[in-house]
């Protein structure tokens, strides 16, 4: 069973700090990684994707991998009360059909 | 935009009952996924299909069964629904990657109560 870790939460910012949000996995294959974000009641929606080490920036979201650490995070910065959510880690190994996604972390934007 | 459509949002249904949940997507997907969604355990693949008539277990597929007959639906059977599937279940559809996964793409979810 390859194993995706999120750090627990819940995470609570004040609006316009940022949220750092990590996860770490156990198979040194993986190959693509993404975070989901799922609103309360709500399916998951993809926010980032990203499959070469370094940085990934898109708005006001950056994603960060590290393969030799087997770690990839998230930072949502100037935090809005609408990133309120659980947000997912997903991995998925070379050659394989399958993610295999994290528990999640819930954001709780304080205004 | 890729389209995800489940068959009901919320389903009520009688232990014992055979229970069909249907998944259709739109964008000509190779892969179809079926999750159950619980608190505290996040999300659990039960089974997934990488083409048509194929289908290979997930994590949990214990009770129930699937069918994938067209490529753009995805179908899970409740043979006989009990108590312990009351759950939020979520269908997915990916393409297929080059070298590893790609994206998967949610459906709305099926709340279904099992009483």
């Known amino acids: 069973q390859k194993e995706v870790e999120q750090n627990s939460g819940p995470l609570s910012v004040p609006e316009g700090a940022i949220a750092s949000l990590n996860c770490t996995y156990s198979?040194?294959?993986?190959?693509?990684f993404f975070w989901y974000r799922q609103y309360s009641g709500k399916s998951p929606e993809l926010i980032m994707s990203?499959?070469?080490?370094g940085d990934k920036e898109d708005g006001r979201f950056t994603a960060q991998l590290n393969k030799a650490s087997q770690y990839v995070s998230l930072l949502i910065r100037d935090s809005q009360p609408s990133d309120s959510a659980t947000y997912l880690c997903?991995?998925?190994?070379?050659?394989?059909?399958?993610?295999?996604f994290g528990a999640g972390t819930t954001v709780t934007v304080r205004a | 935009d890729v389209k995800v459509t489940q068959s009901s949002r919320y389903l009520v249904k009688r232990t014992g009952e055979k229970v069909f949940l249907e998944c259709v997507q739109d964008?000509?997907?190779?892969?179809m996924f079926w999750y159950r969604q619980d608190p505290g355990l996040g999300l659990r693949l039960i089974y997934f299909?990488?083409?048509?008539?194929?289908?290979e277990k997930g994590d949990i597929p214990e009770g129930y069964s699937v069918s994938r007959e067209k490529k753009e639906r995805f179908s899970l059977i409740l043979e006989s629904a009990s108590t312990n599937q009351t759950s939020m279940y979520l269908c997915?559809?990916?393409?297929?990657?080059?070298?590893?996964?790609?994206?998967?793409?949610f459906g709305p979810g099926t709340r279904l109560l099992v009483l």
């Open positions: 990203i499959y070469s080490n």
């Open positions: 997915a559809s990916s393409p297929r990657g080059l070298a590893g996964p790609e994206t998967q793409y």
């Open positions: 997903a991995v998925g190994g070379e050659g394989d059909y399958k993610l295999s």
């Open positions: 198979d040194r294959g993986s190959q693509s």
């Open positions: 299909s990488y083409d048509v008539k194929m289908k």
């Open positions: 964008m000509d997907h190779e892969n």
